[in-house]
Each structure stands twice: as C-alpha cells, then as structure tokens.
C-alpha cells in the first residue's frame, strides 16, 4: 500500500480509537462500581440501543472479512456461512431469549444455577464460558491482524504481532474502565458505521453492473478459475463424503452455537424486561439480515472486480477481500477515490474488531468473576470485590487471546469462528435447554452435559486437520490427526444432550420439582427476575 493509504487509514483508526476511550472515559467517572452497573449496564438501555449492541457484538471481522473472503474464494459454499449466521438468530428470538432474560441476571450459569447446587454448576458453566469466549476472541485477533498487516505493506509478520498486541490492550482499557456501558455504546457506534460501510460498498458493486446481479455472478464465476462450479455446491465441501459430514458438522455449530454464545446471552441482561429483550433481538435481526445479504454481494464482487487469485495471493485466507474490493471500487491503488474508499472500510473493520473483542471480554471476564471465583470464595465475595477480580480476569483473558492470536493468525476468522460456535453449541446450548426444559434435570446432569459437549469438543479440534497433519494447519509440521473433520460440532454437540440425561438419569439425587416450577412461572411471566 501506499504512504496515503497508510496515513489515512491510521488517522481513522486513531479517531475511532480517541472516541471509544473518550466514551470509555466519561462512562468509568460516571459509574457507581456496583456489579449491576459493570455487568449490565444498570439494565437502562432501550430495545433499540440493545438490538444495535447487539449487532454490533454479532457483525464480527469472521462477518465482515471471513465470510466475504470465503464466497470469493469458494463461491457458493463460501455464502453457506452466511445462511448459517442468520438463520441461528430464530433459535435464539423463539428458545432463549426472553427466558434467559427472566431467569438470570448477568451470565449463562445464572440460568442453570437457578434450580441446581450453585458451586458444581457454576463452575462448569463459567469454565465453559471462558473456553467459548477466548475462541472467539482468537478469531478477532487474527482478522485485525490480517487486516493491518495489508495496510503496512502486505504480510508483514511483525505488523500483524503488533497489532494483535495493540487490539488485545485496548481490549482490556475497555472493559475494566467502561464496563458493559462503554462497551454496549462501543457496539452501537460500531454497527452504525459497519451498516453504512457495507450499504455504501454494496451500491457501488451493484452500480459496476449497472444492478444485474446475473451478471455479476457470471463475471464471479469466470474470474474465480473454477467456471460454473463457483456457482454450484461443493467446491469447498464436496469432493468426498468427509467434507460433506464436515459441512454438515459446520452447519449444526452456526445455528446451534448462537444461543450458546456468553457474550451474545449477556446482552439479554441490559434492558429492564423480558419483553424488552424479545424487542431487542427482532431489532438485531433486521439489521444482521440486512448485512448478511450484503456480505454475499461483496464475497462475490470481490470475486468479480478482484478475482479470487488476487485475492488468496493477498492473503491465503481471503481475510482481505473487502478491503481490495474497496480499493478497486475506489479507482484502483494510485487514485485518491481509493485511497479514500480503503481506508475508510479499513478503519471500520478496525472499529469492528475493537468492539467485538470488548464485548467477548467482558462476557469472559464476568464468567471468571461471578461463576468462578464467587462459587469458590461464595462468602468473602461482595459486589465490590468481584468487580474487582472482572477487571483482573479481563487483563488476564488478554494475554491468553494476545498468544493464540499470534499462533492462529494464517488462518480464516470465519473458520475460527465456526470452531467457537460448535464448542457454544456442544456445552452451553444443551445444558441451558435442558435447565429451561426438562422438569427432571439435576445437578449431575448439568455439569455432564456441560464438561460431555465441552471435552470431546476441544479434544476433537486439537486430533483435527485444524492442528495438525495437513499444510494449513497450525503446526504443520508433524502429524497427530486421527479425527477428519475440521469441525467437531456434527459429534460433540450430540454427546453434550447426551452426557446431560446420562447424567441425569443415573444421578441418585432427585430433581427439585419446586424449583423447577419456579424457575418455569419466572421465565414465563418475568415474575420475580432481576
């Protein structure tokens, strides 16, 4: 990239960067330090605000850069990551959302505690919080560095090192000064500036074809080296039946890994009702409906206008697409329309990194401090101290997400999203079901169901190609894959249901019935919820 590009795009970068500590700022000297506050927000936010926080945290860099960069990679089966982001959002509207509103107060294990012994429950759920949280974070890691990396000049490893380091510290300013207000603010600025990124991006590859999206493809398809197959199943998950199970793995962890999500559950806790949770999340849908529609438009574009050798020899991932299509769309890299154009669409996936990665370490950091440490110190933890411990974890989830991001950053961030969904969705998704269901549940079907979707999961991933055995890997260097898929989600996910009525069904203490028919009238009526 040029000196202009490179100047113009810091210069974004560094007034986004100047607001969201200026908002993080005003917000830490306008707090009162209760749990409430940190964790929620003081539960103020309309359902407008909520539902565009809540795009914001959903419209990740695996949204933004991985998906676009797989459609131009692998066309059709690229777009499947689109179809499987959206469609998990009716999961969440019609099965979690507002019961989870009802029945906690700031995390996952607040649910499933609340009919269960606190300290097993809230151990296994916390820990599992933790695990699906620095997954997704490593994700957002790899995208900055990607993304900054191209903007210094191509893959500079050390510019990609930095930046990881860089987004990891702001991460951590954010969450232990803010809290969930200067986060859930960071989140809408954010979504606003995404939503007004792509539309504009997306006009423009529409004008370029004068609005004939046939043509558009046909031109995808030509440019892509793969002709009509780039249109067609199976370029990327068809050559033989293990990478069809491997799709079907990754379409169960999408749709089922949402409602599992920490980040995505926590946010149900910052508006004052149930009825304003349900509220925020149709809100949530029409703009993230919105932008996945988009994202297929600019996968394919970058296809079209790019071309997809272009486009894996930028970055062997595709992490970099959108930013190349906004050069082209710009006028090409010497005109000042493109220098322009790719600074602006860089500084907004920066912006989208930053607030994602806020809101995931926020989730994480109140996991460690409200599941874990007030189950093992229940008594000497006071609202005030376990805040304090939130701001501790935060700094330390940084460095943990500071160093898979380092080892993980040649791989795809929709891919590395894909595996935090399937570890949401094979630990979390079934314990909480069943908590919200099942009258019978108990205490030992909990933390199977929780630790019996959470190890074969990760135990999965690293006997994987993910890790080993294949030159894409992490370490491709050695070889100790014996499990196919790349993604664990198509066994893990029913060993979780599985391991929760083993555990239920062989368990000698009997499920508390009063508390269940609690629990059920609460998150029905919203009678008694925080």
């Known amino acids: 990239?040029?000196?202009?590009?490179?100047?113009?795009?810091?210069?974004?970068?560094?007034?986004?960067?100047?607001?969201?500590?200026?908002?993080?700022?005003?917000?830490?000297?306008?707090?009162?330090?209760?749990?409430?506050?940190?964790?929620?927000?003081?539960?103020?936010?309309?359902?407008?605000?909520?539902?565009?926080?809540?795009?914001?945290?959903?419209?990740?860099?695996?949204?933004?850069?991985?998906?676009?960069?797989?459609?131009?990679?692998?066309?059709?089966?690229?777009?499947?990551?689109?179809?499987?982001?959206?469609?998990a959002w009716l999961v969440v509207l019609f099965l979690v959302a507002e019961l989870v509103r009802n029945c906690g107060r700031f995390t996952l294990a607040d649910v499933v505690a609340s009919r269960m012994r606190e300290r097993p429950v809230r151990i296994a759920a916390g820990t599992s919080s933790v695990t699906v949280s620095v997954l997704y974070l490593v994700a957002q890691m790899v995208g900055a560095g990607s993304l900054v990396a191209l903007l210094l000049g191509g893959t500079s490893g050390a510019a990609q090192s930095w930046t990881v380091i860089g987004v990891g510290a702001l991460m951590v300013i954010y969450v232990s000064l803010g809290g969930m207000r200067a986060t859930t603010w960071i989140q809408i600025v954010k979504a606003v500036l995404l939503m007004c990124g792509?539309?504009?991006?997306?006009?423009?590859?529409?004008?370029?074809?004068?609005?004939?999206?046939?043509?558009?493809?046909?031109?995808?398809?030509?440019?892509?080296?793969?002709?009509?197959?780039?249109?067609?199943?199976?370029?990327?998950?068809?050559?033989?039946?293990?990478?069809?199970?491997?799709?079907?793995?990754?379409?169960?962890?999408?749709?089922?890994?949402?409602?599992?999500?920490?980040?995505?559950?926590?946010?149900?806790?910052?508006?004052?009702?149930?009825?304003?949770?349900?509220?925020?999340?149709?809100?949530?849908?029409?703009?993230?409906?919105?932008?996945?529609?988009?994202?297929?438009?600019?996968?394919?574009?970058?296809?079209?206008?790019?071309?997809?050798?272009?486009?894996?020899?930028?970055?062997?991932?595709?992490?970099?697409?959108v930013p190349l299509l906004a050069l082209d769309l710009g006028g090409g890299a010497d005109s000042t329309g493109g220098t322009v154009l790719f600074a602006i669409v860089a500084a907004i996936a920066f912006a989208t990194i930053l607030a994602v990665v806020a809101g995931?370490?926020?989730?994480?950091?109140?996991?460690?401090?409200?599941?874990?440490?007030?189950?093992?110190?229940?008594?000497?933890?006071?609202?005030?101290?376990?805040?304090?411990?939130?701001?501790?974890?935060?700094?330390?989830?940084?460095?943990?997400?500071?160093?898979?991001?380092?080892l993980a950053r040649d791989l795809n961030v929709a891919f590395l999203v894909g595996l935090a969904f399937a570890v949401a969705a094979s630990a979390n998704l079934p314990v909480l079901l069943y908590s919200l269901f099942w009258r019978n549940f108990t205490t030992r079907g909990a933390v199977w169901s929780v630790y019996g979707g959470l190890l074969p999961a990760l135990t999965l991933v690293l006997l994987s190609p993910v890790v080993s055995g294949s030159p894409n890997s992490l370490f491709p260097g050695v070889d100790f894959q014996c499990f196919p898929l790349e993604n664990p989600g198509l066994v893990s996910i029913p060993l979780g249901f599985l391991a929760g009525w083993l555990g239920t069904v062989t368990s000698r203490e009997p499920a508390d019935e009063a508390k269940h028919a609690e629990t059920e009238v609460r998150s029905l009526t919203g009678a008694g919820a925080a």
Request: charged letters at 15%; zero cysteines; aromatic letters at 10%.
């Open 1 to 87: 990239m040029t000196g202009d590009h490179q100047s113009l795009a810091l210069l974004l970068f560094g007034i986004f960067v100047g607001v969201t500590l200026a908002i993080t700022t005003w917000v830490s000297r306008n707090r009162h330090g209760s749990a409430e506050e940190f964790y929620a927000g003081g539960r103020l936010f309309s359902p407008m605000e909520n539902g565009f926080a809540i795009a914001g945290d959903y419209m990740s860099a695996a949204s933004f850069l991985g998906i676009s960069g797989l459609i131009a990679l692998f066309g059709y089966d690229g777009l499947l990551y689109s179809v499987g982001f959206l469609v």
């Open 198 to 321: 792509a539309i504009a991006l997306t006009v423009l590859v529409l004008v370029r074809f004068h609005g004939d999206f046939d043509q558009l493809l046909r031109t995808a398809a030509d440019r892509s080296g793969h002709g009509e197959r780039f249109l067609a199943p199976g370029l990327k998950y068809g050559g033989d039946w293990t990478a069809r199970l491997d799709f079907i793995s990754l379409g169960l962890a999408l749709v089922l890994g949402t409602a599992g999500l920490p980040h995505i559950l926590s946010r149900f806790y910052t508006v004052p009702t149930a009825r304003a949770a349900r509220r925020s999340v149709v809100w949530s849908i029409g703009l993230i409906g919105s932008f996945y529609l988009m994202t297929i438009v600019l996968g394919f574009g970058a296809a079209a206008i790019v071309g997809s050798e272009a486009v894996r020899g930028s970055n062997a991932a595709g992490n970099t697409a």
């Open 360 to 406: 995931i370490t926020l989730a994480s950091s109140a996991s460690v401090a409200h599941d874990l440490y007030a189950s093992l110190r229940r008594r000497n933890a006071k609202p005030r101290s376990e805040v304090a411990v939130a701001r501790v974890a935060a700094a330390g989830i940084g460095v943990v997400a500071i160093g898979l991001g380092l």
